[in-house]
């Protein structure tokens, strides 16, 4: 046994990469809801892709290691400690036994990311281990669960933190789809040119938006039949609201698209905090496909941003425990924590 969930947040899950090629059967990939914020655990603690880790929506809950084992923190950065010392995001740490590691409620973002050294064990259920709530698979986490490791704690080279680009005030980018077309030319360009906020009605399916203008209408709205949909398409509603789709979306719809978010964008959607202003630039299909990345190649571009953690010796509670002399460089970067 590695870890017990002594508390839990009401929408704390395990995931994973997904379940692709679903969509002949109704099922959505689903998986993390950030993706990308998933992959930079893996890219932290050298773990494989596909490996089970504990997302967070909000908020964390309290963990209790019953074995010394390598753990990341990842996504939307949240209030954590391990045994009471706080630790930052986007970083590695190593707990020992007994330790009880607490995390709180979002600073930053939504969907927060626990990734153990050799990943969580979890039953595979139609290709996934992950929880996905309308297809009735899997279940979220509760207390009294116990996560116990899928390989042993043998990849992690020591302390580090993960610093990707800054790309928050950036609009989405999103590519034409079927139905962009239905839109006249005056509501994609209103649609470029809306801030619009992100609504406090949002969960793994899809967030919506609000702004101030006019509702947004396609031609020939009325006469459509529903037909496949996927995550990052942005649907409008029939009172004229966008709803961006995420990682468990249905997979049919008849609302109309006027685009999809690119996949290198669609974490961004994902970890916005209500309140939060969002824009759009509308790229060719060309565009988005020079765009593209297999989760394979954006692991490998994550793996390139890990580096040394640096620590501060003032914040070691166990400094004189280091051989300061024959190995000072420990103590700093803490790669024998």
Not at 2 to 23: F, I, M, N, W, Y
Not at 53 to 70: C, L, N, P, S, Y
Not at 208 to 220: E, I, K, N, T
Not at 251 to 264: F, K, L, Q, S
């Amino acid at each position: 046994m590695t870890v017990e969930v002594l508390t839990v947040g009401p929408s704390v899950s395990l995931q994973d990469a997904g379940r692709p090629g679903g969509l002949g059967i109704g099922l959505s990939r689903g998986g993390a809801a950030d993706r990308f914020g998933y992959l930079a655990g893996c890219a932290l603690l050298g773990a494989p892709m596909g490996v089970a880790a504990v997302e967070m929506a909000g908020f964390g809950g309290t963990f209790r290691f019953t074995e010394d084992r390598w753990f990341a923190l990842t996504g939307a950065g949240m209030r954590a400690a391990l045994d009471g010392a706080p630790l930052g995001w986007n970083a590695t740490y190593q707990a020992r036994a007994g330790q009880v590691l607490a995390i709180g409620s979002v600073e930053t973002g939504v969907y927060g990311y626990l990734s153990l050294a050799g990943g969580i064990a979890a039953p595979t259920e139609l290709g996934g281990r992950g929880f996905h709530q309308i297809a009735g698979l899997g279940r979220a986490l509760a207390a009294g669960d116990r996560l116990e490791p899928a390989a042993p704690d043998q990849s992690v080279p020591g302390a580090l933190i993960f610093r990707g680009p800054d790309t928050r005030a950036a609009p989405l980018r999103i590519m034409p789809g079927p139905q962009t077309a239905m839109f006249p030319a005056d509501q994609i360009a209103a649609f470029e040119a809306a801030a619009f906020i992100r609504s406090a009605r949002a969960n793994r399916q899809g967030v919506r938006l609000d702004h101030d203008g006019a509702p947004f209408a396609a031609g020939l709205q009325l006469t459509r039949v529903s037909d496949f949909i996927s995550e990052g398409d942005v649907q409008m509603t029939g009172d004229g609201t966008p709803y961006v789709l995420l990682a468990d979306c249905q997979t049919m719809g008849g609302y109309p698209r006027i685009g999809t978010v690119v996949p290198a964008d669609l974490p961004r959607i994902a970890q916005a905090m209500p309140g939060d202003v969002v824009r759009f630039q509308m790229i060719t299909v060309e565009q988005a496909e020079q765009l593209w990345k297999s989760d394979a190649a954006v692991l490998a571009d994550l793996k390139a941003q890990v580096a040394p953690r640096v620590r501060d010796p003032r914040e070691i509670r166990d400094l004189l425990s280091y051989d300061l002399i024959d190995r000072p460089s420990s103590a700093v970067t803490g790669l024998d924590e």
